[in-house]
């Protein structure tokens, strides 16, 4: 399909109904004749489908235009991952123009107060995500499920800029059922572009999921840059004083919409859990807009993750592009989360951040006694322990056995990276935290 590459590729083969789709776009010339990604067409389409008009400032009109520019120009994305770009910014406009509508009519929805909301954090690789879902087996923690984090709204099909809230039960369950088969239908749809993401993160609608995902409705943060090559928006977002304060300001306010829909429906939310290893980079702006924030901060051995961590952002590009860079991958896991990590620790140190709202959990712990390394969070939380929840850990995990989907298969010279330097390179954040080998 393309001029082979000098530099190292994924050792993977596309499926045949991704690969054969892709060729249509070679065969034009161009993937962008057939799926073009015009910023004020899509934005036009987006206000024609709701009748509404109110996507948001100026800011985040000019971050939309820039990031689909940057896509459709920088990115070299397939048939298929311009077709994705396409649907996904076009529903993120839908819900943004939504929300801002909700908002005007129920102003109710910006005075839900968020309490000391509970953050998993850490590198990626180190167990953030087999310990979100642990935590949220507790029926008192509260963390955005997949879909709802696409689809937080229901839709009124009758008059589509009109969001109508459900009257009873019977209603919740069918717009409930609606937004799950379109979550469904989106999330993995992943799996089935690349069937090896599976081994590395298992796919499913109705799991917690990462505040990155609803962290997409805004084109500023990183869910749009974890899976495009968008240099000319990277630079110009380096220059934007305030786009971290403004992410967690609409990470609010989406936690904020999703409680007050809870309370609607009798329900009551007593801790928020929420999740995703992008929050070590501007951990001072999340306790800007949460100074009660709990931080549970996950540690693994270096060498068990690093690599692995370069492979993870490597698949996600290649769902999308034939072009991926894996020296930047691996420079990126070796020496980016490596200056993170050390800058967290500083922060932690000079009190930059509150130390003292910070739980470690380390995942040679969760693995080797995961009632026990949750219990030891729960104390140091202060948090009631629910009646049998060591055995409903228990049993969560046996019918989530590790490698359920396969193993991750990666090697480091695909990355040209290498263990001593690794090693070296994490020696302080690993004597620091007492990270055991693996």
Known sequence: MTDADAAPQLPYQRPDWVRRLNYFGDAVGDPA??????????????????????????????????????????????????????????????????????????????????????????????????LLELLALDPSMRSPISWEAHHPLPVDHTNPGQVVWPTDDSEIQAGVAERMAWGEAEQELWADIQPEFQTVHELRHDLPCECIHFWGLNFTSGYWGMQYNTPSFAEWEATQPDVAARLYADHRRFLQTMQWQDRQAGRHTSHWLLKTPGHMVTMRELFGEYPDARIVMTHRDPMKWVVSAASTMSILRWLRSEHVDLAEHAMVASLGFRFLAEQLLEWRTNGSVPDERFVDSHFADL??????????????????????????????????????????????ETYGLNAAEIKADYANYVEHFGIAEE
């Open 33 to 130: 004749l057939i799926v073009p990604l015009d910023p004020d067409e899509m934005l036009e389409a987006a206000r024609t489908s709701t009748g509404l008009t109110d996507v948001g400032d100026d800011f985040y009109l000019e971050a939309f235009r820039r990031r689909m520019t940057s896509i459709a120009e920088e990115s070299k994305a397939t048939l298929l991952g311009r077709l994705l770009a396409r649907a996904e910014a076009i529903r993120v406009l839908q819900t943004r123009l939504r929300l801002n509508k909700a908002w005007a009519d129920h102003p109710e929805i910006l005075d839900e107060p968020i309490n000391a909301p509970i953050f998993v954090v850490g590198p990626p690789r180190t167990g953030t995500s087999i």
């Open 367 to 412: 693995m080797a006694d995961a009632p026990t390394a949750i219990r030891k969070i729960y104390d140091k939380l202060e948090l009631p322990w629910p009646h049998n929840h060591g055995q409903t850990v228990g049993d969560y995990l046996t019918n989530k056995p590790k490698g359920k989907f396969g193993a991750h298969t990666y090697t480091m």
